[in-house]
């Protein structure tokens, strides 16, 4: 099966070898989008990818190790870029937010910091009109939740 990301104009498929598509955003003039894996013997294929505006890939990059430990034993659920460029992430399992600097050049993430959250198991968001505010998904009670995060941190 492929997955398919479109508008009324523009489609694009992805074959189904580079993972599920856990999340897409737009940032710095280009889609950024998070292809998981999951289980033991395949997170660390989870990669987030960078794409023009052609969706020719401009830069690969790869979670930390330590990171990938956090995500098991499933992946990466969640991604947003906070207002200083810091990308947010989270798993599925755990109440944390992974913070990872994205250099320039194609590489390994790196990872900034661990911080606890109220929330586990889906995607993030933020509130681009109102920064720093965050918001996230508790699967387990169907609940959104709002956080304010301290510029210090993101």
């Known amino acids: ?28 003039g280009a889609w950024w989008i998070v292809f998981a894996f999951y289980g033991e013997a395949d997170v660390r294929k989870t990669r987030l990818i960078r794409y023009n505006d052609n969706w020719q890939s401009t830069g690969v990059w790869t979670f930390p190790e330590s990171v ?18 810091q990308l947010f992430v989270t798993g599925h399992d755990h109440a944390e937010l992974y913070v990872l600097s994205v250099s320039d050049k194609p590489g390994e993430l790196i990872h900034k910091a661990t911080i606890k959250a109220p929330i586990a198991g889906q995607g993030i968001a ?3 009109g109102e920064p720093p505010t965050l918001y996230g998904i508790v699967r387990r009670s169907r609940e959104v939740v709002r956080m304010t995060l301290s510029p210090a941190v993101d």
Do not use: V, Y
């Open 126 to 128: 933020w509130d681009r």
């Open 1 to 28: 099966m492929k997955q398919r990301l479109c508008n009324t104009s523009n489609a694009r498929s992805f074959p189904e070898t580079e993972g599920a598509i856990n999340w897409i955003e737009r940032h710095r």
């Open 68 to 85: 990938i430990q956090r995500f098991l034993p499933n992946s990466n659920s969640g991604g947003a870029f906070g207002p200083n460029g």
